[in-house]
């Protein structure tokens, strides 16, 4: 569907810009979000006879409408042989196109209804969606063909797009498309029997958008180009929560191409014709800023703050701990207890793409041009600046090159900023905003400075008995409308709900929600990022005191708490690995295994130390994520996320001194290089369950994995990232 252009739209009435500003910036915020207030305003669709996932040409080509931008995890692909594999479709003239932002449509059932991804949801909760709406087609195509033959429907066949019929008779998609379309799609179409697959879990599932990436014909932000159209750059400040106080813009306004020049909530915008002269205009902006309420701390002082309230011995003000898991009465501290404590620094997500986006602000009519991750969220926020309804928020969804949950903040950050200069400069012109790493790096949003304590008593035989945790971190969904009531589930995923809590007589876990001033969103595997590490790094230790094998030791925990998908996972990397014999000589390995997003992933990695460095050679990966619909996918996926964890595992952290950020490019964030990167083999277990995550799985493993292959080589635990300090 070609986007829509910019045009009059009919006003909204003032009781519906009141009710619509009500509901969004009232009802949403206590967590309700009824997809009718979320997508009010929208234009009625009439998305044709098969319904909003799928359109089939007269040539009998199918296109599958992807709800879900796609940013390199390749859902795209999976949507496609989903359906093409319920249609019986021929898998060479199936292609994806980007939907439209349309709540109503396209709504996430596993994100309240928003249409957006995250949380490694996009095929979780397209399954069942696609299949019946695949199934429905192929049963209008049988139907039209048993009327135009005279024969019965259950004589029909089809494979790759062609329906045959004993008596010879046969015809195409594109041939029946006009009977098809008059058919009534069943409400509830038979589906496929797994054992009948004949694309799904192949390797003929392989990527659709590959060709157009490597060819430069495939459309991301920087790619578009529209008349008159302008370029800003924003002067942010440099510690958050500073706001404008005064600026001298005489420099700017001589640079050549400036054209005009405002102050936004965030900062200020220099908008000029072309990226150099929007950076020279902002470099020669002078700002004083107002830092009355900005942060000041810096983040070795909030970690030190964090470790005090866990310890006990800070002031919790108005804070108060929140209870996530508790179970039987808790015994007094012994000398012989196992304790740790655990610290995580903040993260930038740094994705290829830094944040980008092209908004034309035309009075209530707005329409947006990017990666949009979160298209729904963007849509609520935008609105209230405009003072339109929701539904009036245009978008169109490009590629991205990657997000790690950055391009799907709850505030829409560089979403908001875009629209809100876009309003200024107005005259239906489009405006480009361009954000550099360093910006980004600088004045973006962070994984959360974390902080664990953990005591343990062990019984006779080295098993946990009792269990006390204390988790220190802000949280993200926390005001939000998301946040509901109770502890923030993104903060003690992989904590909460752990086998090895569920395996232990007595546990005591709690959360404290502290706020700082550095804003924070999701990154790629959210809390599991630290608690898969703290609880798989206990359990290495817990094990190597008791004088047990780390993977027995395991074993019969996940036995004791009934985890079973844990440990066929185990079972089957450590199997792969040669976990029982020797390592090659000068290396060590370490295992470690964490559910998350529904999928359960074990690692085994070999490690050794060069000149006091971590060194990963092979890592190899058992995942039990469902019905495994790319295995070639779903490997690349686990390389992916497995060098994204080690990354942020060996270099990964985000230092702030006086409230400023110290990192602002690659050479003061150290990334994974090439020759770093280990080899990663990818087991998947068999399983005929409901697909689960697959992009941030694989992420949360790693760093563990590590850290126990160091304790094996050094006897020394680690109870800091990153491994290399510096």
Not at 227 to 246: D, E, L, Y
């Amino acid at each position: 569907m070609s986007p829509k252009p910019l045009g009059t739209q009919p006003s909204a009435t003032r009781r519906s810009l009141i009710v619509g500003a009500t509901l969004v910036g009232g009802a949403l915020i206590v967590g309700c979000a009824p997809v009718k207030i979320m997508s009010a305003g929208a234009p009625k669709t009439d998305y044709g006879a098969f319904g909003p996932f799928i359109r089939l040409g007269s040539d009998g080509a199918v296109t599958v409408v992807s709800k879900s931008i796609e940013f390199g995890q390749g859902s795209h692909a999976a949507y496609a042989a989903i359906v093409a594999e319920e249609l019986d479709a021929d898998w060479t003239r199936v292609n994806v196109v980007q939907a439209p932002a349309d709540t109503m449509a396209y709504g996430n059932s596993l994100m309240m209804g928003i249409q957006g991804v995250g949380g490694s949801s996009a095929i979780a909760s397209s399954w069942d969606q696609l299949r019946h709406a695949g199934a429905a087609a192929r049963a209008m195509f049988v139907q039209a063909a048993a009327k135009r033959w005279d024969v019965p429907a259950a004589e029909i066949s089809i494979k790759d797009g062609v329906l045959s019929h004993a008596s010879g008779k046969s015809a195409g998609f594109g041939v029946l498309l006009a009977d098809a379309a008059k058919v009534a799609p069943p409400a509830a179409p038979t589906l496929k029997d797994a054992a009948r697959f004949t694309l799904i879990g192949t390797d003929r599932v392989r990527r659709k958008d590959s060709r157009g990436k490597t060819t430069g014909e495939a459309r991301f932000t920087q790619d578009v180009q529209l008349p008159g159209m302008v370029t800003a750059m924003v002067a942010h400040a440099p510690r958050f929560g500073a706001k404008v106080k005064s600026f001298d813009d005489s420099a700017a306004r001589k640079v050549p191409g400036v054209v005009a020049i405002h102050q936004i909530p965030t900062g200020v915008a220099v908008v000029a014709h072309g990226t150099w002269a929007a950076r020279q205009g902002r470099d020669a902006l002078k700002v004083d800023w107002d830092e009355t309420k900005a942060e000041r701390r810096g983040s070795d002082q909030i970690a030190a703050e964090f470790r005090d309230l866990a310890a006990g011995k800070g002031d919790l003000g108005k804070l108060k701990w929140e209870a996530f898991d508790s179970k039987g009465t808790p015994p007094a501290d012994s000398d012989t207890d196992f304790v740790a404590t655990y610290d995580f620094p903040y993260l930038a997500h740094a994705p290829m793409e830094p944040m980008n986006c092209v908004a034309i602000v035309d009075g209530g009519k707005t329409k947006l041009v990017y990666g949009a991750q979160a298209p729904t969220l963007d849509q609520l926020n935008s609105a209230m600046i405009v003072g339109a309804l929701p539904g009036d928020i245009e978008i169109e969804t490009l590629f991205a090159g990657g997000s790690f949950g950055r391009r799907s903040t709850l505030v829409s950050d560089y979403v908001t900023e875009r629209v809100h200069i876009a309003k200024k400069v107005g005259k239906k012109t489009p405006v480009k905003l361009v954000w550099t790493r360093e910006d980004d790096m600088t004045a973006g949003r962070y994984r959360p400075l974390t902080h664990h304590a953990v005591r343990v008593a062990v019984d006779k035989e080295g098993f946990p008995a009792a269990w006390r945790h204390r988790l220190v971190t802000q949280s993200i969904l926390g005001g939000s409308p998301m946040g509901g009531k109770g502890p923030d589930m993104t903060s003690i995923e992989g904590v909460n709900g752990s086998p090895y809590l569920k395996a232990t007589p007595v546990v005591d876990a709690q959360l404290l929600s502290p706020k700082t001033g550095v804003p924070i969103s999701f990154w790629r595997s959210v809390g599991a990022t630290h608690t898969a590490f703290v609880m798989e790094h206990t359990i290495d230790q817990l094990a190597r005191r008791a004088g047990q094998d780390p993977a027995a030791y395991r074993r019969a925990l996940y036995q004791k708490a009934g985890a079973k998908r844990h440990l066929v996972a185990l079972d089957l990397a450590t199997e792969k690995a040669g976990w029982t014999t020797p390592a090659p000589t000068g290396w060590t390995r370490g295992v470690a295994v964490h559910e998350s997003f529904g999928s359960v992933v074990a690692q085994v990695a070999e490690v050794q130390l060069v000149d006091g460095v971590p060194k990963v050679g092979r890592v190899v990966t058992a995942i039990d994520c469902g019905t495994a619909i790319s295995p070639d996918q779903i490997a690349a996926q686990m390389e992916g996320g497995t060098c994204y964890g080690l990354s942020a595992a060996l270099f990964g952290a985000v230092t702030l001194k006086d409230g400023v950020v110290d990192q602002r490019n690659f050479d003061t964030y150290r990334v994974l290089r090439n020759s770093e990167a280990p080899s990663v083999e990818t087991y998947i277990v068999s399983s005929s369950a409901n697909p689960s995550g697959v992009g941030e799985p694989g992420t949360p493993v790693i760093g563990p994995a590590v850290a126990n292959a160091l304790l094996a080589i050094t006897g020394k635990p680690t109870n800091a990232l990153p491994f290399v300090k510096g």
